[in-house]
């Protein structure tokens, strides 16, 4: 249900249920290639909303030492999204994920 409300033709509702799978998403499933991928499309996707709010559930995780149990290409988009992202707030929001996972 949570991966397809990520596809919702309502924004806001892209954007939480994004937050939200980011939050969730770590624990492994017969999905998980689905999560990854979903959450490497929210992202990158266009826009400041649905993006940012991805990264505050990262930012969730990150106090909990969380980060790890994601696959490598997940933390690589956030890794270059703190350096490369036109948007300063995302570039920020990236930077502080791995602030908070220390």
Avoid: C, W
């Amino acid at each position: 249900m949570l991966l397809n409300l990520t596809r919702d033709p309502n924004p806001e509702v892209r954007a939480q249920s994004s937050k939200t799978l980011a939050i969730v998403g770590r624990m492994p499933t017969d999905v998980s290639p689905l999560v990854t991928a979903t959450l490497i499309s929210a992202l990158e996707s266009d826009g400041i909303q649905t993006p940012l709010l991805t990264i505050h559930g990262f930012q969730k995780l990150a106090g909990l030492n969380a980060l790890s149990s994601y696959d490598e290409s997940v933390l690589s988009v956030l890794q270059s999204m703190s350096v490369t992202h036109k948007a300063r707030i995302i570039r920020k929001a990236a930077q502080l994920v791995f602030a908070r996972a220390g």
